[in-house]
T-cell receptor, first 115, second 113 residues
Framework: DVKVTQSSRYLVKRTGEKVFLECVQD?????MFWYRQDPGLGLRLIYFSYDVKMKEKGDIPEGYSVSREKKERFSLILESASTNQTSMYLC??????????????FGPGTRLTVL | AQTVTQSQPEMSVQEAETVTLSCTYDTSESDYYLFWYKQPPSRQMILVIR??????QNATENRFSVNFQKAAKSFSLKISDSQLGDAAMYFCAYRGNNNDMRFGAGTRLTVKP
């Protein structure tokens, strides 16, 4: 079974702190994604990566950056956390190639609170 | 850009009954893929069912089935014989040619014993 893990289930940070959210997948998937989930808004794509050292902006990249130094790991970075970044963050991975039919596998999520 | 709309923020169903969750989408593409994901409380999101737009036959997975109406751009999920474990947030999602996945706002399903 594909396993996507995230470093923390719950995280509390203060405004202005630098925050790292880590995601690791164990199925050699090329594609990895970071979403934020907010009530009434569903999932919105922050950044994605097609492969190692590659990254593309999603719909809401402002205030975030990412790092993909190894294939299995995709990190989301909040350079200076703000209260409006309080949210649930979901990581996902997907195999490249073949049909777009391919399923995205999700991590358990990190609920981040910025005080 | 493609949009996905789930017009029912909350739904409830009696155990063993049938419930239908609605989803509509907006696109100018002819080839695309549609998905329903389930997010149980405090648990990981998992794929429930998927549909390729070029297939006319509606997808079915055990108690879960879809009603795919391409012309109407509608993709509803039917859950038959509802069980307590079906209680979750359900997200409809669209993937087109650019491979981005677009999600609806979600429908919270409650199952009453």
């Amino acid at each position: 079974d594909v396993k996507v893990t995230q470093s923390s289930r719950y995280l509390v940070k203060r405004t202005g702190e630098k925050v790292f959210l880590e995601c690791v997948q164990d199925m050699d998937h090329e594609n990895m994604f970071w979403y934020r989930q907010d009530p009434g808004l569903g999932l919105r794509l922050i950044y994605f990566s097609y492969d190692v050292k590659m990254k593309e902006k999603g719909d809401i990249p402002e205030g975030y950056s990412v790092s993909r130094e190894k294939k299995e790991r995709f990190s989301l970075i909040l350079e200076s956390a703000s209260t409006n970044q309080t949210s649930m963050y979901l990581c996902a991975s997907r195999i490249l190639g073949g049909s777009s039919y391919n399923e995205q596998f999700f991590g358990p999520g990190t609920r981040l609170t910025v005080l | 850009a493609q949009t996905v709309t789930q017009s029912q923020p909350e739904m409830s169903v009696q155990e063993a009954e049938t419930v239908t969750l609605s989803c509509t989408y907006d696109t100018s593409e002819s080839d695309y893929y549609l998905f329903w994901y389930k997010q149980p409380p405090s648990r990981q999101m998992i794929l429930v069912i998927r549909q390729e737009a070029y297939k006319q036959q509606n997808a079915t997975e055990n108690r879960f089935s879809v009603n795919f109406q391409k012309a109407a751009k509608s993709f509803s999920l039917k859950i038959s014989d509802s069980q307590l474990g079906d209680a979750a947030m359900y997200f409809c999602a669209y993937r087109g040619n650019n491979n981005d996945m677009r999600f609806g706002a979600g429908t919270r399903l409650t199952v009453k014993p």
